[in-house]
Each structure stands twice: as C-alpha cells, then as structure tokens.
T-cell receptor
C-alpha cells in the first residue's frame, strides 16, 4: 500500500513568487493534515481536512496560505506571495479513524515533506 | 494549552545497548494520545508507537516500548538493542480530543539519536 506522497520534495523560489505543494494521502483516509517545521522550531499544525471540508484551520499563518482538497482526495497548499519566513519543511499526514471505546487511535501517517526555500 | 517537552537535543548510544528518550507533556484534558515518530535522514516521519491516556499497560512495538507514567506526565521511549539504523531524529507528540473532531498533534522539538558501532 502506498504511503503519503508529497511533491515536490524540494522547492526554491524567490520572495513574492507563488508555490503550490501537493499531498496525496493514503487511499481511503478521510483525514488529511498539513504541518510545518520552521528551522529550529517545533513541527506546527496548519490545518485539518475531513474529506473535502476544512475541519480546523486554526494554524494557518495568514491569508497568503490557501489549502484545498477538491473531491476529498489529494490536497494542495498554495503560498502566494511567498515571504522569507515561509521557508521550512511542510509535512502532510493522513489518518483513518479507528474507534475505540474511550479514545480513538487515529494514527497520523506522514509523508517525507516538501522543503521550501524562499530567497 | 498543550505542550510537549523533549529535554535531550542529542543522545548517543552504543550499538546493541538500550536507550531511553525523554518526553514530558502538559495538558489539562483527561483524554489524550501520545505518539512517537522517527525521522531518518531521508525525511519521512515514521510512526513508531502509540499510548492512549486510558491505557493501563505500557505500549510495546517490537524493540520499542513506551514508559508511560501518567502521574508524572511522562511518556519516555525505550529502544532496546539499538541498531545503526536507529540513528535518526525522534519526535514525541500528543493529540488531545478537542471539540468536534479536532485531531491535531502537538510536537516536541525532537531528540537526535546517534547509534555508534
């Protein structure tokens, strides 16, 4: 079974340009998440899709970031226009709920990330 | 707010020995999940082990075990019989069940483990 796939693996752009990151989740996973790790900092949550709906976008830094998941399959994260502080590694994860009596296990499986460098 | 603390930026261990990676967490919620992920140099985040807050026994997955001490709010990862391929960054993370279906993870800064031959 294929894991979470992200591309590109690396992207180098100039400040002010637009970049679109893509994530293909594990087939059948309704939940899709975006996270970001800026150098030297913790991995931070950006947003969560359930199928095509945004469940939680509280971590999105500002309105230069736009995430979509049309049809509830793959997702894109667009940064427009990119700024220097947007540099970092962007991770995508997906999960399938496994209901337990008390606590849903909800293992999130991650991709290898996209390393974004804004010059 | 939830917080994960990993106090060891780097750790060294000899091949075939056991190593413990520390993780403490802070949450006021009664229901939560704790996770460990491994990130080798290839970049992919690999899920290792999960512990639910209501689990009475420590989780184990092969050479990985989680030393869960709820009262102390710690969830240390123990790797037995270390192998060279265990050299990687290790992240501790916590998920709290929020309103609706909020499933976001809060991560620590990570511990870089180096296994020496």
């Amino acid at each position: 079974e294929a894991g979470v796939t992200q591309f590109p693996s690396h992207s180098v752009i100039e400040k002010g340009q637009t970049v679109t990151l893509r994530c293909d989740p594990i087939s059948g996973h309704d939940n899709l998440y975006w996270y970001r790790r800026v150098m030297g900092k913790e991995i931070k949550f950006l947003l969560h899709f359930v199928k095509e709906s945004k469940q939680d976008e509280s971590g999105m830094p500002n309105n230069r970031f736009l995430a979509e998941r049309t049809g509830g399959t793959y997702s894109t994260l667009k940064v427009q226009p990119a700024e220097l502080e947007d540099s970092g590694v962007y991770f995508c994860a997906s999960s399938q709920d496994i209901a337990l009596p008390v606590e849903p296990k909800n293992i999130q499986y991650f991709g290898a990330g996209t390393r974004l460098s804004v010059l | 707010a939830q917080k994960i603390t990993q106090t060891q930026p780097g750790m060294f261990v000899q091949e075939k020995e056991a190593v413990t990676l520390d993780c403490t967490y802070d949450t006021s919620d009664q229901s939560y999940g704790l996770f460990w992920y491994k990130q080798p140099s290839s970049g992919e985040m690999i899920f290792l082990i999960y512990q639910g807050s209501y689990d009475e026994q420590n989780a184990t997955e092969g050479r990985y075990s989680l030393n869960f001490q709820k009262a102390r709010k710690s969830a240390n990862l123990v790797i037995s019989a270390s192998q060279l391929g265990d050299s990687a960054m290790y992240f501790c993370a916590m998920r709290v069940r929020g309103g609706g279906s909020n499933y976001k993870l809060t991560f620590g800064k990570g511990t870089l483990l180096t296994v020496n031959p």
